[in-house]
């Protein structure tokens, strides 16, 4: 809603546009953002889970984490213990 109304349109029509020009869904798109930046931080800082979570804007760090495992198969915490 935020950026539908910063460019002056409706959230359903910067969704259809977006998806026809994309192939995906804004808020999809915009997930996939936040974790590829979650997966850096995990991997370059010493940051908390919870601390990812919060800088990324999520409510709670549980919810985070379910999102992360859903998109990268792992639990954040499974994924900072591996060595890159």
């Known amino acids: 809603e935020?950026?539908?109304?910063?460019i002056n349109i409706s959230p359903g029509?910067?969704?259809t546009i977006f998806?026809?020009?994309t192939g995906?869904?804004?808020t999809d798109y915009v997930t996939g953002?936040?974790?590829d930046q979650a997966k850096r931080l995990l991997?370059?800082?010493d940051y908390k889970v919870y601390e990812v979570s919060e800088m990324l804007g999520y409510q709670n760090a549980y919810y985070f984490s379910k999102v992360f495992k859903k998109i990268v198969g792992m639990t954040p915490s499974e994924y900072s213990g591996k060595v890159f």
């Open 33 to 35: 953002v936040k974790i």
């Open 2 to 6: 935020q950026v539908a109304s910063a």
């Open 24 to 26: 995906t869904c804004f």
């Open 19 to 21: 998806r026809q020009s």
């Open 43 to 45: 991997r370059e800082t």
């Open 13 to 15: 029509y910067l969704s």
